[in-house]
């Protein structure tokens, strides 16, 4: 199993990747750590808290981690993920709470007490992960790996040029990529962009008729309409396929790449990807979509797999 913490911003599709690590008996999840990014944190703490209490997992810790961004001046995604994150579906809040620890401190004591046992799954702005970063030397050589959600080698999704986590806290994501971890797999929208959440896929989770196949039904209308309007088929799934990535690594082609990020004026946030076969930073540059939502869908819903085969072939 492959024992991973994810450092998230707990928007709607965090919700997606926080159930797949949930579900998949081939990830064993640590805790979570929140930042602020699709909302403030204050939301993100109480989405993945409620996500997890769920699920029936009131074990897994949650650290809360980072409220604002290293040197700019924070943005949000409520345009996509509506003002409490999850596309502004209502419920009672979960009856546990966060640690008191940092997620920072947690990031660095826990990586230290297990050296390269843990992969770090960043699908927010990486501010918590600059900080760890900054805060122990140690920490870059204690992490297995980390697969982050970021980046975009062509087209942004905030500017022409940026993908949201980037540009949200594009010095941690700096900070980040040169700070020498020994296995970084880029994941972005290069490769996400082409995972919508179609409306055939909706129709199969109203066939799937669960309690969590409507609440995640119902929590996706916001981004689907907001995406759709973009002239996309439907709410992306960025970041679920950093999880799928781990399950079964086939569903993504890499390549070598080195990785400069624009931290400054019309180009904050930019990353710059060169091909590189000295690099061990390796970037998503294509993906088998029909093996992603196979694996999204049938570890998150393994008794529906009857409805499922008939959406997904």
């Known amino acids: 199993m492959e024992k991973i913490i994810l450092d998230t911003d707990m928007g709607i599709d965090d919700v997606f990747a926080l159930l797949l690590s949930i579900y998949s008996k081939k990830i ?38 980072m409220d604002k961004p290293l040197q700019v001046e ?20 979960a009856k546990t709470q966060v640690e008191e620890k940092s ?26 992960i600059a900080l760890a970063v900054q805060k122990d030397p140690d920490f870059v050589k204690n992490v297995k790996r980390l697969i982050i959600m970021g980046s975009a080698e062509g087209a942004g999704n905030v500017t022409p040029d ?3 986590n980037f540009y949200r806290d594009p010095h941690a994501a700096k900070i980040v990529m040169e700070s020498g971890f020994k296995d970084i797999v880029l994941v972005g ?10 409306k055939k896929l909706e129709e199969m989770l109203l066939n799937i008729n669960t309690e969590l196949s409507k609440f995640l039904y119902k929590a996706t209308r916001m981004g689907a ?11 992306i799934l960025n970041d679920p396929l950093t999880i799928a990535y781990l399950i079964d690594n086939s569903v993504l082609k890499l390549k070598n790449v080195d990785v400069e ?26 993906l088998d979509i029909n093996k992603f939502y196979k694996i999204l869908f049938s570890e998150i819903f393994p008794e529906n797999t009857e409805i499922i085969n008939q959406y997904i072939k």
């Open 225 to 235: 309409e907001f995406d759709r309007n973009e002239g996309l088929d439907g709410l």
């Open 261 to 286: 990020i624009e931290t400054d004026g019309e180009k904050r946030g930019k990353s710059i990807i060169k091909n590189s076969d000295n690099s061990n930073y390796k970037f998503a540059y294509d």
């Open 28 to 65: 064993d999840l640590k805790a979570v750590t929140t930042v602020e990014g699709n909302c403030i944190l204050e939301n993100a703490n109480k989405n993945a808290l409620k996500i997890l209490e769920m699920s029936n997992c009131n074990n897994i810790p949650v650290y809360s981690g």
């Open 162 to 164: 940026a993908e949201f």
């Open 189 to 198: 929208l290069d490769v996400t962009n082409r995972i919508p959440l179609t």
């Open 74 to 93: 924070g943005v949000y995604a409520e345009y996509v993920h509506g003002k409490n994150g999850i596309g502004g579906v209502e419920y009672t809040l």
């Open 103 to 128: 997620a920072i401190d947690y990031l660095v004591e826990e990586t230290s007490k297990y050296p390269n046992e843990i992969t770090i799954v960043a699908i927010g702005p990486l501010t918590n």
